[in-house]
């Protein structure tokens, strides 16, 4: 086991070196100047200003040099400090951190708890007219992008009814129902068609045709046998969904000014504010990295196949099938 999580460990070092080396590439050669923008609202600013003002961010070094400073600062937490508000990143993240986990939270709720017993029924009465209505609904709600249903449900419940608050900024509880059940609809969809599918898979091996044999109740093979062999593939989603939420909804957090990670990333990107923006690149792949190792781990840990096909040279999830 101790060498299985350092073999995945060691995978992620490169790949993470490689994210920020690219990331910090592509703010230094973005086509606006940040000073540029910094002064553009005050007008009148020489030239003069402008290099003493790049010379005190570091701006005028070489690149490498520049990379160097930021990454050292990267890694030993401190990731600069922002154009356009002068305070600290690490802070900024701080302060919009627990708000991006509230609805993550209240999302992954929603969705397993809509997305397990209707893949699992669909599963079961598999080319019923049940389970064609559930395959119907949760294509449709796979296909609706997020922002269409994020208007269509301020529209209805907002303005029409006037259960809900407009905007979620400090707007109460309710604030959270709607960016929840927006995000909550894509993901029941795709988690309900994936848990059918899965479920289906399991339902057809030979282990659960020899417990009926026996005389196994249906109701423990589905829920003991089939239900555990299939947790590895929900894993694997939670984890893909946790890496996303986390990294913030952009689109959710704008339309509801949910004030979170996604929402700061986008107006560092408006005022380009580079320092944010490069840190929320990073922010989103030791997310995305740090997910996917412990879905890996944990996939390791509760099913034996996984454990076999490591002793066999395999390296995880991706090989059992």
């Not at 792949?285 to 890996?296: E, G, P």
């Amino acid at each position: 086991m101790r060498r299985y999580v350092l073999a995945r460990f060691l995978q992620l070092v490169p790949i993470l070196a490689f994210v920020t080396f690219l990331t910090f590439g592509m703010m230094q050669f973005a086509a606006d100047d940040a000073v540029d923008v910094l002064y553009e609202q005050t007008g009148g600013v020489s030239e003069e200003v402008k290099a003493e003002k790049r010379h005190e961010l570091g701006l005028d070094q070489p690149f490498l040099v520049q990379y160097g400073h930021w990454l050292g600062g990267v890694l030993t937490g401190d990731m600069g400090r922002s154009y356009i508000s002068g305070k600290l990143v690490f802070d900024t993240f701080a302060e919009r951190f627990p708000a991006t986990v509230e609805l993550m939270l209240v999302s992954i709720a929603l969705t397993l708890l809509v997305a397990l017993p209707l893949g699992i029924f669909a599963a079961v009465r598999q080319n019923t007219v049940m389970d064609a209505i559930i395959r119907f609904l949760s294509f449709i709600g796979n296909s609706l992008p997020n922002f269409f249903v994020a208007l269509l449900l301020i529209y209805i419940f907002a303005l029409k009814l006037g259960w809900l608050p407009v905007m979620s900024s400090g707007s109460g509880p309710s604030s959270i129902v709607l960016p929840s059940v927006t995000l909550a609809i894509a993901m029941g969809a795709k988690y309900t068609r994936q848990i059918r599918a899965v479920v289906l898979e399991e339902l057809r091996k030979p282990y659960v045709d020899g417990a009926r044999a026996r005389g196994v109740p249906e109701r423990r093979i589905l829920w003991h046998d089939v239900l555990k062999s299939s947790l590895v593939t929900i894993i694997t989603l939670l984890a893909l969904s946790i890496g996303s939420l986390l990294g913030g909804t952009v689109i959710v957090e704008t339309i509801f000014l949910w004030d979170g990670v996604g929402k700061m990333a986008v107006d560092a990107i408006l005022m380009r504010d580079y320092p944010l923006i490069q840190s929320y690149v990073v922010w989103m792949s030791i997310v995305y990295v740090v997910m996917n190792l412990a879905a890996d781990l944990l996939c390791h840990a509760i099913d034996p196949r996984v454990r076999y096909q490591e002793e066999r040279g395999g390296t995880g999830k991706g090989d059992v099938r």
